[in-house]
């Protein structure tokens, strides 16, 4: 990778020769921020860890790591690799799930948080396809609220998920991956299911069955309602709810209305006991997103995932 003639050029020594491995091992001893830390997950131990890195600095004749007793830090140089580093690693990984396709033989783990929209009614229609085209990666996935799946990530106890309203933190990497709408929901034979359109006025006559705070679906809709000048203070919430099968179950019997996603009532819809309205000058109509640290590298199992998601038409299972 160095230019002819200069102390770097590669000249049979792989001693001298910038390679992938050290940039990974660099990048991790970086993220974890020890070089036991890095050796754990690498499955490699300390010293080789150690020599590694030393390797690398000796390539660039910089120092990328100071070292303490208590902790170790980037360099200026240090500072200056991290981002090549991460987008080496980056393609790499892109790469081996592209040649994939190829063999279909991609072995791996999936293990994710879904907020419970996602989880309940999205993923289980999406993994069957995904788990024929890659039959050797395992799923293991986590259902809970956003708010719970952003506090994970943070612990590095989840690694990635699926969430249904946007996160403001500038230490979130955030991508859409799928849109959806919420709709005014209703039990059959209620006043609200005989009227083709259904003013926001009309709504909030009737108590209201909901999500809890926290939640994606919740937060979408207060926000909205907020942007039409409507407080969300202004529903008479009956009932908090902590899944949605809870709030179906709730409104189907009469006990309230409530506003969920179109995704999530299918089964209701075909069998008539739940009805769908929209409300007059309002869409609900949010995305959904992968969320994960931008410091963290996505493991390839779900850089695959994300990938299935984004280039298959998904409209043929959902």
Same mark, same amino acid.
């Given at each position: ?10 000249? !049979? ?13 660099? &990048? ?11 050796? +754990? ?21 910089? *120092? ?77 996935? =986590? ?5 719970? /799946? ?9 690694? &990635? !998920? ?9 230490? /979130? +990497? ?20 005989? =009227? ?45 709810? !902590? ?50 640290? *931008? ?20 409209? +043929?299972?959902?």
């Amino acid at each position: 990778m160095a230019c002819a003639g200069t102390k770097n050029e590669w000249d !049979g020594d792989s001693s001298m020769a910038l390679n992938f491995h050290q940039l990974h091992i660099f &990048f991790t001893v970086s993220e974890k921020g020890s070089f036991s830390g890095a050796a +754990q997950v690498l499955h490699m131990t300390q010293p080789a860890v150690t020599m590694q890195v030393q390797s690398l600095e000796e390539y660039f004749g910089a *120092k990328l790591f100071s070292r303490t007793t208590k902790k170790i830090e980037l360099t200026e140089a240090g500072r200056a690799l991290l981002p090549f580093a991460k987008r080496s690693i980056e393609l790499m990984r892109e790469t081996e799930v592209g040649m994939s396709h190829f063999t279909h033989m991609l072995e791996g783990r999936l293990h994710l948080g879904a907020s419970l929209t996602i989880g309940e009614y999205i993923l289980p229609r999406l993994l069957g396809p995904f788990g024929r085209e890659f039959p050797h990666i395992s799923v293991s996935m =986590k259902v809970m609220n956003t708010t719970q /799946i952003v506090e994970e990530i943070m612990l590095h106890q989840l690694t &990635f !998920g699926l969430v249904e309203a946007p996160i403001d933190d500038p230490s /979130i +990497q955030m991508d859409p991956v799928l849109s959806d709408e919420l709709k005014l929901i209703v039990p059959a034979g209620h006043d609200l299911a005989r =009227k083709e359109t259904v003013t926001i006025e009309d709504a909030l006559q009737y108590p209201f069955v909901l999500r809890e705070q926290g939640s994606g679906t919740r937060r979408v809709m207060e926000e909205e309602l907020l942007r039409r000048g409507k407080q969300p203070s202004e529903m008479k919430i009956l009932m908090e709810l !902590g899944s949605t099968g809870a709030v179906k179950s709730a409104v189907e019997a009469n006990l309230g209305v409530s506003i969920l996603s179109q995704s999530s009532i299918k089964h209701e819809l075909t069998l008539g006991v739940l009805v769908a309205r929209n409300i007059e000058g309002i869409r609900f109509v949010r995305s959904f997103y992968s969320v994960h640290l *931008k410091s963290t590298l996505l493991p390839i199992s779900a850089v695959t995932f994300l990938m299935f998601m984004k280039e298959r038409d998904l409209s +043929q299972w959902l």
